[in-house]
């Protein structure tokens, strides 16, 4: 059974900058498409980013492109969120998922096997 393990929430200042991890086992990392999502109070769950298996495609979300940056170490079965110029919009309970499937829409959640507990992340202005 594949582990997901969020880790480096926090809480912050507008502007400031934080990285999330996740880190698994039980199973190939390799093998799996990760992303992350993100919920806030009173909203749905919301694709952010992800990364395909050998880290050669990345996709974002409009509205943290270009301020995010997701990555991966297959090596440390590892994937990061960096985080910069956080703004209050921000502010949510952050969830990496993983897919083995490459087959579908990567952005919807319904298309990801593997989920983590969260890890709240919470940006004042």
């Known amino acids: 059974q594949v582990q997901l393990v969020e880790s480096g929430g926090g809480s912050v200042q507008a502007g400031d900058s934080l990285r999330v991890s996740c880190t698994t086992s039980g199973g190939t990392f390799s093998r799996y498409t990760m992303a992350w999502f993100r919920q806030a109070p009173g909203k749905e769950r919301e694709f952010v980013a992800r990364i395909t298996r050998n880290t050669d495609s990345t996709y974002y979300t409009d509205s943290v492109r270009g301020r995010f940056t997701i990555s991966r170490d297959n090596a440390q079965n590892t994937m990061y969120l960096q985080m910069n110029s956080l703004k209050p919009e921000d502010t949510a309970v952050y969830y990496c998922?993983?897919?083995?499937?490459?087959?579908?829409?990567?952005?919807?959640?319904?298309?990801?096997?593997?989920w983590g507990q969260g890890t709240q992340v919470t940006v004042s202005s």
């Open positions: 998922a993983a897919r083995s499937s490459a087959i579908g829409d990567s952005t919807s959640s319904n298309m990801y096997n593997y």
